[in-house]
Protein backbone atom coordinates (compact mmCIF):
# COMPACT_ATOMS: atom_id res chain seq x y z
CA UNK A 1 0.00 0.00 0.00
CA UNK A 2 2.34 2.45 1.25
CA UNK A 3 4.41 0.94 -2.30
CA UNK A 4 1.40 1.96 -4.11
CA UNK A 5 1.38 5.60 -3.16
CA UNK A 6 4.97 6.34 -3.41
CA UNK A 7 4.48 5.45 -7.08
CA UNK A 8 1.77 7.48 -7.76
CA UNK A 9 3.63 10.32 -5.88
CA UNK A 10 6.50 10.03 -8.47
CA UNK A 11 4.31 9.62 -11.66
CA UNK A 12 2.50 12.74 -10.53
CA UNK A 13 6.05 14.55 -10.05
CA UNK A 14 6.95 13.22 -13.56
CA UNK A 15 3.91 14.82 -15.21
CA UNK A 16 4.26 18.10 -13.60
CA UNK A 17 8.07 18.23 -14.74
CA UNK A 18 6.41 17.68 -18.58
CA UNK A 19 3.66 19.99 -18.33
CA UNK A 20 6.42 22.66 -17.01
CA UNK A 21 9.27 21.53 -20.00
CA UNK A 22 6.43 21.51 -22.28
CA UNK A 23 4.96 24.72 -21.62
CA UNK A 24 9.28 26.36 -21.45
CA UNK A 25 9.29 24.56 -24.92
CA UNK A 26 6.42 26.38 -26.36
CA UNK A 27 7.02 29.79 -24.97
CA UNK A 28 10.85 29.62 -26.76
CA UNK A 29 8.78 28.38 -29.94
CA UNK A 30 6.42 31.02 -30.34
CA UNK A 31 9.05 33.69 -29.52
CA UNK A 32 11.13 32.31 -32.39
CA UNK A 33 8.27 32.57 -34.75
CA UNK A 34 7.41 35.89 -33.50
CA UNK A 35 11.08 37.17 -34.12
CA UNK A 36 11.50 35.46 -37.68
CA UNK A 37 8.24 37.26 -38.73
CA UNK A 38 9.90 40.82 -37.12
CA UNK A 39 13.11 39.74 -39.39
CA UNK A 40 11.20 39.54 -42.47
CA UNK A 41 9.43 42.46 -42.17
CA UNK A 42 12.78 44.32 -41.68
CA UNK A 43 14.75 43.11 -44.10
CA UNK A 44 11.26 43.53 -46.69
CA UNK A 45 11.09 47.32 -45.23
CA UNK A 46 15.16 47.81 -45.29
CA UNK A 47 14.91 46.42 -49.21
CA UNK A 48 12.37 49.19 -50.29
CA UNK A 49 14.21 51.95 -48.52
CA UNK A 50 17.28 50.61 -50.51
CA UNK A 51 16.12 50.27 -54.02
CA UNK A 52 14.78 53.92 -53.63
CA UNK A 53 17.29 55.53 -52.35
CA UNK A 54 19.66 53.68 -55.35
CA UNK A 55 17.20 54.79 -57.84
CA UNK A 56 17.13 58.96 -56.63
CA UNK A 57 21.20 58.48 -56.35
CA UNK A 58 21.30 57.11 -59.89
CA UNK A 59 18.73 59.69 -61.50
CA UNK A 60 20.82 62.77 -59.28
CA UNK A 61 23.99 61.36 -61.02
CA UNK A 62 22.72 60.30 -64.48
CA UNK A 63 24.74 62.04 -67.09
CA UNK A 64 23.40 64.66 -70.27
CA UNK A 65 24.34 61.65 -72.40
CA UNK A 66 21.78 59.99 -71.06
CA UNK A 67 18.99 62.43 -71.63
CA UNK A 68 19.86 63.06 -75.40
CA UNK A 69 17.83 61.36 -77.91
CA UNK A 70 19.26 59.36 -80.64
CA UNK A 71 22.13 58.40 -78.69
CA UNK A 72 21.50 55.36 -77.71
CA UNK A 73 19.06 52.44 -79.38
CA UNK A 74 16.01 52.08 -78.10
CA UNK A 75 13.26 49.33 -78.68
CA UNK A 76 10.60 49.95 -81.29
CA UNK A 77 7.27 50.25 -79.22
CA UNK A 78 4.41 49.47 -81.06
CA UNK A 79 2.19 52.48 -79.68
CA UNK A 80 3.55 56.12 -78.36
CA UNK A 81 3.84 56.81 -74.44
CA UNK A 82 1.14 59.16 -73.03
CA UNK A 83 3.83 62.43 -72.99
CA UNK A 84 3.98 61.48 -76.54
CA UNK A 85 0.53 61.91 -77.52
CA UNK A 86 -0.49 65.43 -75.78
CA UNK A 87 -2.23 66.81 -79.54
CA UNK A 88 -4.30 63.86 -79.73
CA UNK A 89 -5.72 65.24 -75.74
CA UNK A 90 -8.72 67.60 -76.14
CA UNK A 91 -8.11 69.96 -73.44
CA UNK A 92 -3.94 70.05 -74.17
CA UNK A 93 -2.47 72.80 -75.79
CA UNK A 94 0.62 73.04 -78.29
CA UNK A 95 3.20 75.61 -77.21
CA UNK A 96 4.42 77.96 -79.21
CA UNK A 97 8.02 77.03 -78.26
CA UNK A 98 6.84 73.40 -79.07
CA UNK A 99 5.59 74.60 -82.95
CA UNK A 100 8.41 76.91 -83.79
CA UNK A 101 10.90 74.28 -82.70
CA UNK A 102 8.66 71.74 -84.89
CA UNK A 103 8.61 74.10 -87.85
CA UNK A 104 12.48 74.64 -87.73
CA UNK A 105 12.86 71.11 -88.22
CA UNK A 106 11.05 70.72 -90.84
CA UNK A 107 11.55 73.64 -92.85
CA UNK A 108 15.47 73.41 -92.65
CA UNK A 109 17.23 71.31 -94.95
CA UNK A 110 20.73 69.52 -94.90
CA UNK A 111 23.61 71.98 -94.45
CA UNK A 112 25.21 69.21 -97.04
CA UNK A 113 22.02 68.97 -99.26
CA UNK A 114 21.65 72.97 -99.15
CA UNK A 115 25.66 73.05 -99.72
CA UNK A 116 25.42 70.72 -103.14
CA UNK A 117 22.15 72.27 -104.69
CA UNK A 118 23.76 75.78 -104.58
CA UNK A 119 27.02 74.52 -105.90
CA UNK A 120 24.58 73.31 -108.55
CA UNK A 121 23.05 76.22 -109.01
CA UNK A 122 26.12 78.16 -109.63
CA UNK A 123 27.30 75.63 -112.12
CA UNK A 124 23.91 75.99 -113.69
CA UNK A 125 24.02 79.57 -113.94
CA UNK A 126 27.22 79.53 -115.95
CA UNK A 127 26.08 76.75 -118.34
CA UNK A 128 23.07 79.48 -119.19
CA UNK A 129 25.26 81.83 -119.57
CA UNK A 130 27.25 79.95 -122.09
CA UNK A 131 23.67 79.22 -123.98
CA UNK A 132 23.61 75.29 -122.32
CA UNK A 133 20.32 75.85 -121.23
CA UNK A 134 19.46 72.10 -121.27
CA UNK A 135 21.95 71.38 -118.94
CA UNK A 136 21.41 74.01 -117.00
CA UNK A 137 17.89 72.97 -116.57
CA UNK A 138 18.58 69.07 -115.67
CA UNK A 139 21.50 70.44 -113.01
CA UNK A 140 18.61 73.05 -111.36
CA UNK A 141 16.16 69.95 -111.34
CA UNK A 142 18.60 68.24 -109.59
CA UNK A 143 19.42 71.56 -107.40
CA UNK A 144 15.71 71.63 -106.28
CA UNK A 145 15.56 67.75 -105.36
CA UNK A 146 18.01 68.81 -102.90
CA UNK A 147 17.10 71.91 -101.56
CA UNK A 148 12.82 72.12 -102.65
CA UNK A 149 12.67 74.72 -100.55
CA UNK A 150 15.06 77.43 -101.38
CA UNK A 151 14.25 80.42 -102.38
CA UNK A 152 16.73 80.87 -105.42
CA UNK A 153 16.55 77.44 -106.45
CA UNK A 154 13.55 77.87 -107.17
CA UNK A 155 13.29 81.27 -108.77
CA UNK A 156 15.57 80.54 -111.09
CA UNK A 157 14.17 76.82 -111.89
CA UNK A 158 11.08 79.00 -112.86
CA UNK A 159 13.28 81.30 -114.89
CA UNK A 160 14.71 78.93 -116.66
CA UNK A 161 11.04 77.32 -117.23
CA UNK A 162 9.75 80.45 -118.70
CA UNK A 163 13.07 81.35 -120.83
CA UNK A 164 13.22 77.14 -122.02
CA UNK A 165 10.50 75.59 -121.99
CA UNK A 166 7.83 78.40 -122.41
CA UNK A 167 5.95 77.67 -119.12
CA UNK A 168 4.67 80.50 -118.09
CA UNK A 169 1.70 79.06 -114.90
CA UNK A 170 4.74 76.91 -113.40
CA UNK A 171 7.19 79.72 -113.38
CA UNK A 172 4.76 81.54 -111.70
CA UNK A 173 4.56 78.91 -109.17
CA UNK A 174 8.04 78.94 -108.33
CA UNK A 175 8.35 82.38 -107.93
CA UNK A 176 5.17 82.18 -105.34
CA UNK A 177 6.70 78.93 -103.72
CA UNK A 178 10.29 81.24 -103.50
CA UNK A 179 8.23 84.42 -101.72
CA UNK A 180 6.50 81.58 -99.47
CA UNK A 181 10.10 80.89 -98.01
CA UNK A 182 11.02 84.36 -98.47
CA UNK A 183 8.67 87.13 -99.02
CA UNK A 184 11.49 89.73 -99.14
CA UNK A 185 13.31 87.80 -102.17
CA UNK A 186 13.70 91.01 -104.71
CA UNK A 187 14.11 88.94 -108.07
CA UNK A 188 10.87 86.30 -107.20
CA UNK A 189 8.95 89.17 -106.61
CA UNK A 190 9.84 91.22 -109.85
CA UNK A 191 9.00 87.79 -111.64
CA UNK A 192 5.62 87.63 -110.41
CA UNK A 193 4.96 90.40 -110.93
CA UNK A 194 6.17 90.54 -114.78
CA UNK A 195 4.39 87.49 -115.20
CA UNK A 196 0.90 88.48 -113.33
CA UNK A 197 -1.22 89.65 -116.15
CA UNK A 198 -0.13 86.49 -118.45
CA UNK A 199 -1.02 84.06 -115.57
CA UNK A 200 -4.20 85.73 -115.32
CA UNK A 201 -5.03 85.37 -119.05
CA UNK A 202 -4.14 82.28 -119.39
CA UNK A 203 -6.41 80.98 -116.71
CA UNK A 204 -8.92 83.14 -118.36
CA UNK A 205 -8.61 81.53 -121.60
CA UNK A 206 -8.99 78.24 -119.74
CA UNK A 207 -11.96 79.05 -118.20
CA UNK A 208 -13.68 80.14 -121.30
CA UNK A 209 -12.56 77.08 -123.24
CA UNK A 210 -14.25 75.30 -120.66
CA UNK A 211 -17.63 77.23 -121.07
CA UNK A 212 -17.94 76.33 -124.51
CA UNK A 213 -17.52 72.68 -124.25
CA UNK A 214 -20.00 72.46 -121.37
CA UNK A 215 -22.30 75.09 -123.45
CA UNK A 216 -22.24 72.59 -126.28
CA UNK A 217 -22.71 69.23 -124.54
CA UNK A 218 -25.59 71.41 -123.38
CA UNK A 219 -26.90 71.36 -126.72
CA UNK A 220 -27.16 67.89 -127.22
CA UNK A 221 -30.49 66.62 -127.07
CA UNK A 222 -31.29 63.96 -123.97
CA UNK A 223 -32.51 61.80 -126.63
CA UNK A 224 -29.30 61.64 -128.51
CA UNK A 225 -28.73 58.10 -128.66
CA UNK A 226 -24.66 58.59 -128.19
CA UNK A 227 -24.84 61.06 -125.26
CA UNK A 228 -26.97 58.51 -123.13
CA UNK A 229 -24.54 56.08 -123.49
CA UNK A 230 -21.69 58.44 -122.64
CA UNK A 231 -24.14 59.60 -119.55
CA UNK A 232 -23.96 55.77 -118.47
CA UNK A 233 -20.13 54.90 -119.36
CA UNK A 234 -19.25 58.10 -117.12
CA UNK A 235 -21.43 57.17 -114.18
CA UNK A 236 -19.10 54.13 -114.29
CA UNK A 237 -16.01 55.93 -114.94
CA UNK A 238 -16.85 58.43 -112.00
CA UNK A 239 -17.43 55.40 -109.25
CA UNK A 240 -14.29 53.62 -110.53
CA UNK A 241 -11.65 56.30 -110.69
CA UNK A 242 -12.97 58.05 -107.03
CA UNK A 243 -12.86 54.70 -105.14
CA UNK A 244 -9.48 53.80 -106.98
CA UNK A 245 -8.08 57.22 -105.86
CA UNK A 246 -8.54 55.83 -102.33
CA UNK A 247 -6.98 52.66 -102.98
CA UNK A 248 -10.12 50.10 -104.42
CA UNK A 249 -8.70 47.57 -106.65
CA UNK A 250 -11.55 46.69 -108.70
CA UNK A 251 -11.11 46.90 -112.38
CA UNK A 252 -14.00 49.40 -114.23
CA UNK A 253 -15.63 45.69 -115.56
CA UNK A 254 -15.79 44.37 -112.06
CA UNK A 255 -16.71 48.24 -110.73
CA UNK A 256 -19.68 47.92 -113.25
CA UNK A 257 -20.25 44.40 -112.48
CA UNK A 258 -21.01 45.23 -108.78
CA UNK A 259 -23.13 48.44 -109.66
CA UNK A 260 -25.58 47.16 -112.44
CA UNK A 261 -25.99 43.22 -110.29
CA UNK A 262 -24.96 43.57 -106.73
CA UNK A 263 -23.10 40.52 -106.86
CA UNK A 264 -20.09 39.44 -105.05
CA UNK A 265 -16.59 39.74 -107.24
CA UNK A 266 -14.36 36.78 -106.54
CA UNK A 267 -11.06 37.37 -105.14
CA UNK A 268 -11.95 41.50 -104.00
CA UNK A 269 -12.75 42.42 -100.20
CA UNK A 270 -15.79 43.01 -98.83
CA UNK A 271 -14.83 46.82 -97.99
CA UNK A 272 -14.32 47.43 -101.54
CA UNK A 273 -17.83 46.27 -102.75
CA UNK A 274 -19.09 48.73 -100.02
CA UNK A 275 -17.46 51.18 -101.51
CA UNK A 276 -18.44 51.24 -104.27
CA UNK A 277 -22.54 50.67 -103.28
CA UNK A 278 -21.76 53.34 -100.83
CA UNK A 279 -20.50 55.64 -104.02
CA UNK A 280 -23.20 54.87 -106.19
CA UNK A 281 -25.85 55.59 -103.57
CA UNK A 282 -24.36 58.80 -102.98
CA UNK A 283 -24.49 59.69 -106.48
CA UNK A 284 -28.38 58.70 -107.03
CA UNK A 285 -28.80 60.37 -103.73
CA UNK A 286 -27.29 63.74 -105.34
CA UNK A 287 -29.16 62.89 -108.64
CA UNK A 288 -32.40 62.52 -107.26
CA UNK A 289 -32.48 65.05 -104.05
CA UNK A 290 -30.04 67.61 -103.79
CA UNK A 291 -29.37 68.95 -108.08
CA UNK A 292 -32.57 70.88 -107.91
CA UNK A 293 -32.88 71.23 -103.82
CA UNK A 294 -34.16 75.02 -103.64
CA UNK A 295 -32.04 77.09 -101.23
CA UNK A 296 -28.19 76.97 -100.14
CA UNK A 297 -26.40 73.60 -99.28
CA UNK A 298 -26.36 73.06 -95.50
CA UNK A 299 -24.23 71.06 -92.97
CA UNK A 300 -26.61 68.22 -93.10
CA UNK A 301 -26.28 67.83 -96.53
CA UNK A 302 -23.10 67.07 -96.35
CA UNK A 303 -23.66 64.85 -93.71
CA UNK A 304 -26.33 62.76 -95.79
CA UNK A 305 -24.00 63.06 -98.61
CA UNK A 306 -21.33 61.04 -96.31
CA UNK A 307 -24.13 58.72 -94.71
CA UNK A 308 -24.54 57.04 -97.96
CA UNK A 309 -20.62 57.04 -98.84
CA UNK A 310 -19.70 55.40 -95.80
CA UNK A 311 -22.50 53.47 -94.93
CA UNK A 312 -22.32 50.50 -96.38
CA UNK A 313 -18.47 50.27 -95.10
CA UNK A 314 -18.91 51.53 -91.53
CA UNK A 315 -22.66 52.62 -90.00
CA UNK A 316 -21.73 54.17 -86.86
CA UNK A 317 -19.31 56.48 -88.38
CA UNK A 318 -21.70 57.46 -91.46
CA UNK A 319 -22.98 60.71 -91.44
CA UNK A 320 -21.05 61.62 -87.92
CA UNK A 321 -17.99 63.80 -87.64
CA UNK A 322 -14.87 62.53 -86.12
CA UNK A 323 -14.51 61.95 -82.67
CA UNK A 324 -10.73 62.02 -82.60
CA UNK A 325 -7.69 63.23 -84.34
CA UNK A 326 -6.63 62.28 -87.46
CA UNK A 327 -3.04 63.17 -88.95
CA UNK A 328 -2.83 63.67 -93.05
CA UNK A 329 0.92 63.76 -94.11
CA UNK A 330 2.43 66.56 -93.01
CA UNK A 331 -1.06 68.42 -92.45
CA UNK A 332 -2.96 68.19 -89.04
CA UNK A 333 -6.67 68.91 -89.27
CA UNK A 334 -8.87 70.77 -86.37
CA UNK A 335 -9.38 69.01 -83.72
CA UNK A 336 -13.20 67.15 -83.15
CA UNK A 337 -13.97 69.80 -81.15
CA UNK A 338 -13.85 72.82 -83.59
CA UNK A 339 -15.31 70.85 -86.70
CA UNK A 340 -18.73 71.97 -86.23
CA UNK A 341 -17.82 75.32 -85.82
CA UNK A 342 -15.29 75.33 -88.89
CA UNK A 343 -18.38 73.56 -90.74
CA UNK A 344 -20.52 76.03 -90.31
CA UNK A 345 -18.66 78.70 -91.65
CA UNK A 346 -17.57 76.38 -94.20
CA UNK A 347 -20.93 76.44 -95.28
CA UNK A 348 -21.57 80.02 -94.81
CA UNK A 349 -18.76 80.91 -97.27
CA UNK A 350 -20.83 77.89 -100.18
CA UNK A 351 -23.47 80.22 -99.70
CA UNK A 352 -21.77 83.46 -99.66
CA UNK A 353 -22.15 86.12 -102.51
CA UNK A 354 -18.44 86.29 -102.88
CA UNK A 355 -18.49 82.08 -103.41
CA UNK A 356 -20.82 82.26 -105.82
CA UNK A 357 -19.70 84.88 -107.86
CA UNK A 358 -16.94 82.83 -108.61
CA UNK A 359 -16.64 80.71 -111.47
CA UNK A 360 -18.17 77.32 -110.77
CA UNK A 361 -14.86 75.29 -111.21
CA UNK A 362 -12.91 77.93 -109.10
CA UNK A 363 -16.19 77.62 -106.60
CA UNK A 364 -16.31 73.81 -106.79
CA UNK A 365 -12.58 73.53 -106.64
CA UNK A 366 -11.85 75.79 -103.59
CA UNK A 367 -15.17 73.80 -101.81
CA UNK A 368 -13.42 70.93 -102.47
CA UNK A 369 -10.23 71.97 -100.80
CA UNK A 370 -11.51 73.68 -97.73
CA UNK A 371 -13.83 70.67 -96.63
CA UNK A 372 -10.67 68.36 -97.40
CA UNK A 373 -8.79 71.00 -95.30
CA UNK A 374 -10.90 70.55 -92.62
CA UNK A 375 -11.04 66.65 -92.88
CA UNK A 376 -14.15 66.82 -91.00
CA UNK A 377 -15.17 62.79 -91.36
CA UNK A 378 -12.96 59.62 -90.02
CA UNK A 379 -13.32 58.62 -93.30
CA UNK A 380 -14.39 59.53 -96.72
CA UNK A 381 -13.61 62.63 -96.77
CA UNK A 382 -11.83 62.58 -100.31
CA UNK A 383 -14.96 60.93 -101.62
CA UNK A 384 -17.69 63.11 -99.77
CA UNK A 385 -15.26 66.54 -101.33
CA UNK A 386 -15.43 65.26 -104.45
CA UNK A 387 -18.95 64.88 -104.64
CA UNK A 388 -19.87 68.12 -103.10
CA UNK A 389 -17.55 69.59 -105.99
CA UNK A 390 -19.33 67.63 -109.07
CA UNK A 391 -22.97 69.00 -106.98
CA UNK A 392 -21.80 72.25 -107.07
CA UNK A 393 -20.94 71.86 -111.23
CA UNK A 394 -23.78 69.77 -111.36
CA UNK A 395 -26.01 72.29 -110.57
CA UNK A 396 -23.67 74.67 -113.22
CA UNK A 397 -24.48 72.63 -115.96
CA UNK A 398 -21.18 70.28 -115.79
CA UNK A 399 -21.41 66.48 -116.10
CA UNK A 400 -19.89 64.94 -113.14
CA UNK A 401 -16.20 65.95 -113.08
CA UNK A 402 -13.52 62.63 -113.16
CA UNK A 403 -10.66 62.92 -111.53
CA UNK A 404 -8.81 59.80 -112.41
CA UNK A 405 -6.90 57.52 -110.80
CA UNK A 406 -3.92 57.74 -113.22
CA UNK A 407 -3.18 61.42 -111.67
CA UNK A 408 -3.58 60.36 -108.04
CA UNK A 409 -0.15 61.50 -106.90
CA UNK A 410 -0.93 64.40 -109.07
CA UNK A 411 -3.93 65.28 -107.19
CA UNK A 412 -2.35 64.78 -103.73
CA UNK A 413 0.44 66.81 -105.00
CA UNK A 414 -1.84 70.03 -105.69
CA UNK A 415 -3.94 69.27 -102.40
CA UNK A 416 -0.20 69.68 -100.44
CA UNK A 417 0.77 72.83 -103.02
CA UNK A 418 -2.41 74.50 -101.86
CA UNK A 419 -1.71 73.05 -98.13
CA UNK A 420 1.55 75.44 -98.70
CA UNK A 421 -0.62 78.62 -99.48
CA UNK A 422 -0.90 78.40 -103.43
CA UNK A 423 -4.38 77.41 -104.10
CA UNK A 424 -4.13 78.00 -107.97
CA UNK A 425 -2.35 74.73 -109.12
CA UNK A 426 -5.05 72.83 -107.50
CA UNK A 427 -8.00 74.92 -109.23
CA UNK A 428 -6.53 74.32 -112.41
CA UNK A 429 -5.81 71.01 -112.02
CA UNK A 430 -9.25 70.68 -111.48
CA UNK A 431 -10.10 72.28 -114.31
CA UNK A 432 -7.68 70.52 -116.59
CA UNK A 433 -10.08 67.44 -115.03
CA UNK A 434 -13.00 69.49 -116.02
CA UNK A 435 -12.06 69.77 -119.56
CA UNK A 436 -10.94 66.02 -120.08
CA UNK A 437 -14.55 64.78 -118.75
CA UNK A 438 -16.32 67.62 -121.36
CA UNK A 439 -14.54 66.16 -124.29
CA UNK A 440 -15.49 62.43 -123.18
CA UNK A 441 -18.38 63.80 -123.68
CA UNK A 442 -17.78 65.40 -126.96
CA UNK A 443 -15.23 62.76 -128.43
CA UNK A 444 -18.53 60.38 -127.71
CA UNK A 445 -20.97 62.20 -129.78
CA UNK A 446 -18.67 62.62 -132.89
CA UNK A 447 -21.11 64.77 -134.93
CA UNK A 448 -20.40 67.76 -132.34
CA UNK A 449 -16.50 67.21 -132.56
CA UNK A 450 -16.19 69.34 -135.45
CA UNK A 451 -15.98 72.21 -133.29
CA UNK A 452 -12.95 71.01 -131.34
CA UNK A 453 -10.19 69.06 -133.55
CA UNK A 454 -7.79 69.12 -130.77
CA UNK A 455 -9.98 66.37 -129.01
CA UNK A 456 -7.99 63.14 -130.35
CA UNK A 457 -6.80 60.38 -128.54
CA UNK A 458 -6.08 61.69 -125.06
CA UNK A 459 -9.70 61.90 -124.49
CA UNK A 460 -10.16 58.15 -125.78
CA UNK A 461 -7.96 57.29 -122.97
CA UNK A 462 -10.30 58.46 -120.24
CA UNK A 463 -12.73 55.74 -121.10
CA UNK A 464 -9.82 52.74 -121.02
CA UNK A 465 -9.24 50.17 -118.46
CA UNK A 466 -6.13 49.84 -116.22
Not at 85 to 93: D, N, T
Not at 113 to 120: M, V, Y
Amino acid sequence: MYLHRWCVAKCNQVKIVCQRTNEKFSFFIMNDVRMLRATFVIVFILGITCSIFISLFLDYFRTPKDSVPGTKVRVFLPFPFEHNMGILREGGEITKESLELSIRKADIEPLASTTEALSSLQVALELRSLGKNDKALKLLEHALALAPKHPDVLNHYGELLEEIQKDILKADQMYFQALMQCPDHRAARANRQRVKHAVEELDTASLHRIDHKRDTVAAIPDSNPALRRAKKEAYFQHIYHTVGIEGNTMTLSQTRSVVETRMAVGGKSVVEHNEILGLDAALKYINSTLINKLGGITVEDILEIHRRVLGFVDPLESGMFRRTQVYVGGHIPPRPRHIPPLMEQFVEWLNSEAALRLHPVQYAALAHYKMVHIHPFSDGNGRTSRLLMNLILMQAGFPPVIVLKQNRHRYYRMLELANDGDVRPFIRFIAESTEQTLDLFLWATEEYISDFPAIGSSAKTIIMED
